[in-house]
């Protein structure tokens, strides 16, 4: 139950990274209020996914979770750089997250 809780909180770390960015610095209604409060859950789930989990293993996890499915989303939707060296770097830190769930 605790993965699966911090698998969620990092793909609402996606949600609310994109959804401040279409906010336009709190001037958007709609992707502030989505930004907010997918956030607010992300940190929700973050913290109930603490109290079965190590606090190193499962900030890393979410942190890597959320970075790379953001830079993922810009590659894919926004059309960023998927240059071999980014996606070495990508890899890397997924190698990383599984790492730490397997230890």
């Known amino acids: 139950m605790a ?11 996606v949600v609310w990274a994109l959804a401040l960015e279409r906010s336009a610095g709190f001037t958007r209604l709609w ?10 859950a992300s940190f929700t789930m ?6 079965r989990l190590p606090l ?12 790379v499915g953001v830079v993922l989303v810009g590659i894919v939707l926004l059309g960023e750089s998927a240059s071999a060296t980014r996606l070495l770097c990508l890899g890397l830190i997924v190698t990383g997250v599984i790492g730490l769930k397997l230890t």
């Open 3 to 13: 993965w699966s809780l911090l698998i969620g909180a990092g793909l609402l770390e």
């Open 31 to 40: 992707p502030s209020l989505i930004g907010i409060t997918s956030a607010a």
């Open 46 to 51: 973050l913290a109930l996914a603490l109290t």
């Open 56 to 67: 190193g293993t499962a900030y890393t996890v979410w942190v890597g979770l959320g970075a």
